[in-house]
């Protein structure tokens, strides 16, 4: 098929490779101008487009498709199908029609659950124990598109945003090439109007931990914001990045620390959690056990 691939962060690259793989024709790639980046701030391309550059195919980046130009250029590509996975741009409805068999979306959750910016994340921290990708048919509304495949997995208990990011982005690169290879024969499923939720974009208000919440909760708002944005908390005025934890049945009051048998186990409202990978700050990301054999930590985290 003839295909305008619009994307931009890692996740959607796998995607774009599948899609060329399976020996389709990527006419073009859209995804989000360069973006200054690094110590020096200089303007650096999005992985997607790294990428389609690496696999000679060209690239456009405008910052808004609501232009009568941009829509012209976008329609002249002729495409037979547009794919869309993470690309950062509200495309307006005369986008959405141009190509033949109109825009697909892969969503990184079990519509309608979890619509918007952040589904990955909000599942975590929400407690959710499966999640999945959607193929959906693009339209107007916030993810509201009819459904035409889905796919399940289970979210491990310990899982962090990067490591399910990582397996989705993987399932929704074989998902796309399966809807693509069966279109004419799909059945597109509206949504169901029950069960609607809302993942609005992370906010680094949100990373500061509440030792005081309970520790489901403290253990999910760790795994589900790691690895960015980072959730923290201050150790003697160090501010200190928890990124992987697990609950654990100690009795510790809020916040007050415990190092046992090279494990970082810290109190919470109700019960305790095992702090399993943390980072110092200017220092690597390593487990409790590497971290703490140069370090002592405080007798409590605030």
């Known amino acids: 098929m003839r295909i305008v691939f619009m994307g931009t962060p890692d996740f959607s690259v796998p995607v774009l490779e599948a899609c060329v793989e399976a020996g389709h024709d990527v006419v073009a790639v859209y995804s989000q101008p360069p973006r200054p980046a690094g110590r020096g701030k200089k303007d650096r391309p999005s992985p997607v487009q790294a990428r389609a550059e690496a696999l000679g195919i060209p690239v456009r980046h ?5 232009g009568a130009a941009e829509q012209d250029d976008f329609a ?26 109109g825009c697909l979306n892969i969503h990184a959750s079990l519509l309608p659950r979890w619509r918007g910016a952040a589904p990955i994340h909000r599942a975590i921290m929400a407690g959710d124990t499966e ?13 509201t598109g009819p459904v035409l495949l889905r796919q399940t997995l ?4 310990t899982e962090t945003t990067g490591g399910l990011h990582d397996r989705l982005s993987t399932m929704g690169a074989k998902l796309i090439v399966e809807a693509l290879a069966s279109l004419p024969s799909l059945t597109a499923q509206a949504q169901a109007d029950e069960g609607v939720t809302y993942a609005s974009k992370i906010d680094k ?3 500061r931990i509440d030792w005081a919440q309970g520790a489901c909760d ?35 009051s809020a916040g007050e620390v415990k190092l046992s048998n ?3 186990i810290v109190g919470t409202g109700d019960g305790a959690v095992s702090i399993l990978t943390l980072q110092r700050a200017g220092k690597k990301a390593a487990e409790a056990a590497i971290v703490t054999q140069g370090w002592t930590p405080p007798a409590r985290f605030t």
């Not at 590509?77 to 005369?94: K, R, S, T």
């Not at 589900?224 to 100690?250: I, Q, T």
Request: some cysteine; hydrophobic content about 50%; proline content about 6%.
């Open 62 to 66: 405008p910052v808004s498709l609501k």
């Open 76 to 101: 002249s590509l002729n495409a037979d199908i547009a794919v869309v996975v993470a690309y950062g741009l509200i495309l307006p409805q005369v986008i959405l029609d141009a190509p033949q068999h």
């Open 131 to 143: 999640t999945g990708v959607c193929i959906m048919q693009m339209e107007a509304g916030l993810d």
């Open 154 to 157: 289970t979210i491990e208990a």
């Open 205 to 207: 208000a949100e990373a």
């Open 218 to 252: 403290v253990a999910r708002l760790i795994n589900g914001l790691s690895p960015f944005p980072g959730a923290w908390s201050e150790a003697n005025g160090e501010r200190v990045k928890c990124l992987r934890a697990e609950v654990v049945d100690d009795a510790l």
């Open 262 to 264: 090279g494990r970082l």
